[in-house]
């Protein structure tokens, strides 16, 4: 175990400052090779102290919620690119305030609100998400392609033209995705939209570049752009990734609590949660990576399940396999636990908590607790 991390308190999220400084890096030096806009999806990452290192690479983000939206414009300092699955009365304007552009998931969204925008007396470019159906991800969790997708307008909605006052299009198919992956997606978008690619000043294409993974090639991703760029001349191009940014660049720590047997199944017990801390493990699922342990088997090694502290029975992961035997007290270090995680058990998206009241017997109703952006915004002081 790294020297540093002896005094850190048990359950942690551990971000690497240095780690994260080579991921902006290598992402900069594919926005300037390819002639791009990356910009980081707060729903990803919200670590606002750490916003003043993405301020000097020149990093702006982009928004899916007023609180992302608000967030981003306040420690970032520009305006967002915003994209959400519905705007309602209450934070159209909200969202008017803190964008530069807007992106709207549906035709009757765009037409209730973007005359608007046309009236608004500033500047706001306004796109369509697009769906072009293809199919990059297998988890229907992470899937916005998948069959009666509410995602994205599919092509036979559009007809020959596109709206007056649309400016740019978006698309985000991809999860944690390969350059190949975004080269089968482009030729679905030019084969279902290439009537409206040489009608918009911008393409949006979306998160879920993993550029910064070992095996990823950012070199097909810089040719693959600039070949599309070349055939579309008036085009901005735009990613918006979330997990690169912050890919392997921290942990979580927690400590053994107990170690339980039933069944000849031994369960070592920490003090942190799948469901309450890394809830992604049971949601797509996966199994994440502990430090100096395998996940599968090796000789002369001792098995065990992790099985978290709440008192859900579906909350552990197994098995993994350790080169000494675990006993109350020691480290267990979950790598990769910074992107994803950290927002999930804050406000997910920027999306608030319901409000909690009581409708008492009286008749009375009773707000107990409603939450705001100080909420948000001070969860992660």
């Known amino acids: 175990m790294n020297h540093h991390y002896k005094n850190i308190p048990s359950p942690c999220y551990v971000l690497e400052e240095a780690l994260l400084r080579r991921n902006l ?80 998931n549906s035709l009757s969204q765009f037409h209730r609100f973007y005359p608007r925008i046309a009236n608004c007396g500033r500047q706001i470019s306004c796109g369509l998400r697009i769906n072009p159906e293809y199919q990059a991800v297998s988890t229907d969790l992470y899937n916005p392609c998948m069959p009666g997708s509410r995602l994205g307008i599919t092509s036979d ?39 409206f690619l040489k009608q918009v000043k911008w393409l949006n294409m979306g998160g879920g570049h993993l550029m910064t993974r070992k095996d990823y090639d950012t070199v097909q ?3 693959l752009i600039k070949s ?29 609590v ?63 396999f350790f080169h000494k035997q675990l006993k109350p007290g020691d480290k267990i270090i979950f790598e990769d636990m910074i992107h994803y995680t950290t927002v999930k058990t804050t406000m997910f998206n920027g999306i608030p908590h319901p409000s909690i009241a009581i409708l008492r017997t009286n008749g009375v109703f009773e707000v107990i607790r409603s939450f705001a952006y100080g909420d948000y915004k001070h969860r992660m002081d």
């Open 25 to 104: 890096s290598l992402i900069k030096h594919v926005s300037e090779c390819a002639g791009i806009e990356i910009i980081l999806a707060l729903k990803a990452f919200a670590l606002w102290k750490t916003f003043p290192i993405f301020k000097a690479y020149n990093f702006r983000s982009t928004a899916s919620s007023v609180h992302e939206a608000r967030l981003a414009f306040e420690e970032i300092g520009f305006p967002v690119h915003t994209c959400s699955p519905a705007y309602t009365e209450e934070n159209f304007p909200v969202f008017m305030a803190y964008s530069s552009h807007i992106t709207f």
């Open 228 to 256: 599309f760029q070349s055939r579309y001349t008036n085009l901005k191009i735009i990613l918006e990734p979330g997990s690169a940014f912050t890919w392997e660049t921290g942990c979580l720590l927690t400590t053994v």
């Open 258 to 320: 107990d170690i339980v047997e039933n069944n000849g199944i031994k369960t070592a017990i920490i003090d942190a949660s799948f469901s309450c801390h890394m809830p992604d493990c049971l949601e797509m699922p996966y199994k994440p990576v502990i430090r100096g342990a395998e996940n599968t088997f090796c000789k002369e090694s001792f098995k065990y399940r992790i099985g978290g502290c709440s008192c859900l029975s579906g909350d552990f992961i197994g098995d993994w």
């Open 157 to 195: 909605k559009l007809g020959e033209s596109l709206p007056d006052g649309v400016e740019g299009l978006h698309f985000h198919t991809l999860c944690e995705s390969t350059a190949q992956d975004l080269e089968k997606t482009l030729s679905e978008v030019e084969k279902r939209f290439g009537r």
């Open 221 to 223: 991703l810089i040719s």
